[in-house]
């Protein structure tokens, strides 16, 4: 079975700019989170995502938001890039009927740095 | 303060070395998570508990829901055990807190 994948792995992006990041679950997972990891913060949960529904969201400002398709596979969005959102940005699934009390399994990140 | 506290924040063993992590948590929680991240970025999920103990090879996880604690231990540690060991759990209000997180070296 295919784990979790993320695109892109790297990307570059300038202040002010906004970014796409895609997350494509393990086949039959309905959930899926994001989180942001910095090594100031560490890992900081961002939004969950069930069945096309943000069901749960961390304190984020709103530049941050996503959203998840019919086949669960999602996107979250930055709008307005700021320097301090340089960071690798995870997402995980699972099969979510019982949130956080379950299993999550990770992607391999994509890091984003903004110049 | 954070509500999922890790120690400790940095931790150098000697192969074969009995390996203790510790987190706790200030409010009750359903499940408590271990993760485990290489270098890279990788993150791999160990356990996932909510009361007693779990075991998976060289490693155990332990929590005591009414002290709000858990432990992971790395029995007879290996140089491939360095990681990052981080724990997380659902919080009020299903937020989903981290541990600050507790490096791990082990030397040949």
């Known amino acids: 079975k295919a784990g979790v994948t993320q695109t892109p792995r790297y990307l570059i992006k300038t202040r002010g700019q906004q970014v796409t990041l895609s997350c494509s679950p393990i086949?039959?997972?309905?959930?899926v989170s994001w989180y942001q990891q910095t090594p100031g913060q560490g890992l900081q949960f961002l939004f969950e995502y069930f069945s096309e529904t943000q069901r749960n969201k961390g304190n984020f400002p709103g530049r941050f938001s996503g959203r998840q398709f019919s086949n669960s596979r999602s996107e979250m969005n930055v709008s307005t890039l700021e320097l301090g959102d340089s960071a690798l940005y995870l997402c995980?699934?699972?099969?979510?009927?019982?949130?956080?009390?379950?299993?999550?399994?990770f992607g391999p990140g994509t890091r984003l740095t903004v110049l | 303060k954070n509500e999922v506290e890790q120690s400790p924040q940095n931790l150098t063993a000697q192969e074969g070395e009995f390996i203790t992590i510790n987190c706790s948590y200030s409010v009750g929680i359903s499940a408590l998570h271990w993760l485990q991240q290489h270098p890279g970025g990788g993150i791999v999920s160990l356990f996932m508990?909510?009361?007693g103990k779990k075991k998976h090879g060289r490693l155990i996880a332990t929590i005591n829901i009414q002290e709000k604690h858990s432990s992971l231990h790395i029995t007879a540690s290996h140089p491939r055990d360095s990681a990052v060991y981080i724990c997380?759990?659902?919080?009020?209000?299903?937020?989903?807190?981290f541990g600050t997180g507790t490096s791990l070296t082990v030397i040949p």
């Open positions: 508990l909510s009361s």
């Open positions: 997380a759990a659902p919080l009020a209000g299903n937020q989903f807190y």
């Open positions: 086949s039959g997972h309905r959930s």
């Open positions: 995980a699934s699972s099969l979510g009927s019982r949130g956080f009390t379950i299993e999550q399994f």
